[in-house]
């Protein structure tokens, strides 16, 4: 076996259990092979997206609970900040906890970066995904 660390980590019974459903769903031997799939796919990702530079175009969507401690507001805060690549925002009410925000984004891909970071970061932020794009006229042949 490669040189393997145990590690232990504490989640949430329901969390837990739809990983579990997932795991069963798709074949996996174990819990450690899904944990070490999803890992990678996090790395790999946060990699594609530290490499990109220049112009870009895209959407932040955001699920969040707003009443975890003063989300909405620091996420406005948030937002004020990058109003230079803030095109739009579209917020719509999921059930009476969550949220779901869109923000749309137009300018330099290391501040739309720093901006998908910081809105990561936030206290009841339960999700971030970042889809971004080459605007058109800068994609290449």
Not at 73 to 95: C, P, S
Request: net charge negative; charged share 30%.
């Amino acid at each position: 076996m490669a040189d393997m660390e145990r590690i232990s980590v504490s989640l949430p019974s329901k969390l837990l259990k739809e990983f579990d459903e997932i795991i069963a769903e798709r074949g996996y031997a174990s819990r450690s092979e899904a944990i070490r799939d999803a890992i990678r796919d996090y790395i790999i990702k946060h990699k594609w997206i530290q490499s990109l530079e220049g112009e870009r175009a895209g959407a932040i969507n955001i699920i969040y609970n707003h009443h975890e401690n003063d989300v909405m507001e620091k996420l406005t805060e948030i937002q004020h900040d990058y109003n230079d690549i803030i095109v739009a925002t579209l917020h719509i009410h999921l059930d009476k906890d969550h949220c779901l925000e869109t923000v749309l984004v137009r300018g330099d891909a290391k501040k739309i970066k720093e901006l998908t970071n910081k809105i990561s970061a936030l206290k009841g932020v339960k999700q971030v995904k970042l889809s971004i794009m080459v605007p058109e006229g800068h994609i290449p042949e």
